[in-house]
């Protein structure tokens, strides 16, 4: 049966493991992967632009022994000339194994999925949901941590429209004595409707706030994310608030010594570079692990689908 991954809900917490398992079993013995997906095609179908998400996905598919074919822009697919993304799904399926897809339309990889006979990853859609970064963020948390419970975790700067924070909290609500401190200006606050479904209606504890270094010592994670100017429909807001949070040395004075400062990435200004050599900088460390999951993300679906 087809399996694709839209929302990170779409796992089991077992499953998560399961991922986590086989990626640092691949970072243990890359060799033993590395002809796992000959003859397999992951087709990269990307409206939006990427470096990290599209690339590590194409360098997961060649570190597999496969092949990935795709475009990296809207304007130079048949969508500029008006081509729908059910019909693209259907065109793709004819020519590659598996589809990862970025789109800056909510929901736009789940028509992928339900037109596409074969599976289909959600590679990042609108401000709605990222899950292969929480992939990536979950392997880093494990790692560095040990754990993904008991954690207090300080999700700071854009929540209103970063998909990877709307997709971290669904995934770390779900283990145990996690507990969440929202730090965001009041006019990028977690929308209503996350804030309901993930942490009211499952008695997950969270507090909000403005003041990031008041909460500083309370952390164990701190996820700090881009202001994001395409998610804006008025240049005079964002230019207001792209510079909310800034963290520079001075800000982790009260930080804890095993703090995990992480961020998606790409940063504008939200962290300075001299925090870059900071051992509790985990950043460019989230990065690679982000290709090991996809990695074993590719395996677990097609394996699941029938193709390998
Ligand atoms: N984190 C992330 O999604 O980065 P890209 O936009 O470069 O893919």
Redesign the pocket.
Known sequence: MKRSLISIQDFSVEELQELIDTANDIIARPEAYSECCRGRKLATLFF?????????FEAAMLELGGSVLGFSEAQSSSAAKGESVADTAKVISCYADIIAI?HPKEGAPLVAAMNATIPVIN??DGGHN?PT?TL?DLLTIHREKGRLSHLTVGVCGDLKFGR?VHSLIAALSRYEDVRFVLISPEELKLPSYVKKELLRERGIPYTQTTDLEAVMPELDILYMTRVQRERFFNEEDYLRLKDSYILTPDKLANARDDLCIMH???RVNEISVTIDDDPRACYFKQ?LY?KYMRMALILKLLKESGSL
């Open positions: 939006e632009p990427s470096t990290r998400t599209r690339l590590s970025r590679a990042g990222h970064q990536a990877t998606p990435l790409p990065v982000g």
